[in-house]
Nanobody, 124 residues
């Protein structure tokens, strides 16, 4: 059983930056594909980014490409999401998730473990 705890959310003006972090415990971190998924009020969960078990493969939603960067540290059991040039439409709760998968997945329902989320609010 993997426990995931996100941190780093907050309120930022449009054009600003935030760095989200996720700390994992209770499992073998390097065996999981890690991802970030967000959910805005009244909307379904939306894939944001994911990274392969070894960290060499990444995927991004078209809406965040170039602006967001995912990274992981298997020695520290952490995954991060660096976000720049934030837009009001990036406002959402951001969840860290882990998938027992061999390949990077962009489908939220395929992730097995979830954190409680961290709120990101971008003001215009």
């Amino acid at each position: 059983q993997v426990q995931l705890v996100e941190s780093g959310g907050g309120l930022v003006q449009a054009g600003g930056s935030l760095r989200l972090s996720c700390a994992a415990s209770g499992g073998t971190f390097s065996t999981y594909v890690m991802g970030w998924v967000r959910q805005a009020p009244g909307k379904e969960r939306e894939f944001v980014s994911a990274i392969s078990r070894g960290g060499t493969g990444t995927r991004y939603a078209d809406s965040v490409k170039v602006r967001f960067t995912i990274a992981r540290d298997n020695a520290e059991n952490t995954v991060s999401l660096q976000m720049i040039s934030l837009k009001p439409e990036d406002t959402a709760v951001y969840f860290c998730a882990a998938a027992s998968a061999a390949i990077v997945t962009t489908t939220p329902m395929l992730y097995d473990y979830w954190g409680k989320g961290t709120q990101v609010t971008v003001s215009s």
